[in-house]
């Protein structure tokens, strides 16, 4: 499988109130399985934000580093004002955020302490 190559400089600026469109929060995976109705290795999460944003569904093709028992309780970091996209039999409602390791594989991003669900990335 072919990762995606990282780009090779930073990508160009953006306005503080681009930023600001993107709202990524913070949320409590609460439920995880295999998903293997998607088209490359994923598993179905389901991530709760705590107050108005409530429990959201996510697909992340994040099986080389987890197990689906290993995520229940960990905090993660999404963007969840994007609209929610069919993948396979699921609706992703949200976009569970990593970053890839030295082989292209996906390692969530997480706060380095626990913080309230549905705190704002800023």
């Given amino acids: 499988m072919t990762k995606p190559a990282l780009p090779p400089v930073a990508l160009p600026q953006i306005s503080w109130p681009d ?7 913070v949320g409590t995976v609460i439920e995880a399985a295999p998903f293997p109705e998607a ?9 709760d934000f ?4 409530g429990v959201k569904k996510s697909s992340a093709q994040i099986t080389r580093h987890y197990r689906p028992e290993t995520l229940i309780g960990r905090q ?5 004002n994007f609209p929610p996209r ?7 409602e949200v976009l ?3 970053m890839p390791d030295a082989d292209g594989e996906v390692v969530l991003i997480q706060p380095e302490r626990p913080v309230p669900d549905g705190g704002k990335l800023f």
């Fill in 19 to 25: 930023f600001e469109k993107v709202d990524i929060r």
């Fill in 39 to 47: 088209r490359k290795p994923a598993l179905k999460l389901k991530i």
């Fill in 50 to 53: 705590g107050g108005a944003i």
């Fill in 76 to 80: 993660v970091l999404a963007v969840v």
């Fill in 86 to 92: 069919q993948i396979g039999p699921l609706m992703s």
């Fill in 96 to 98: 569970t955020l990593g």
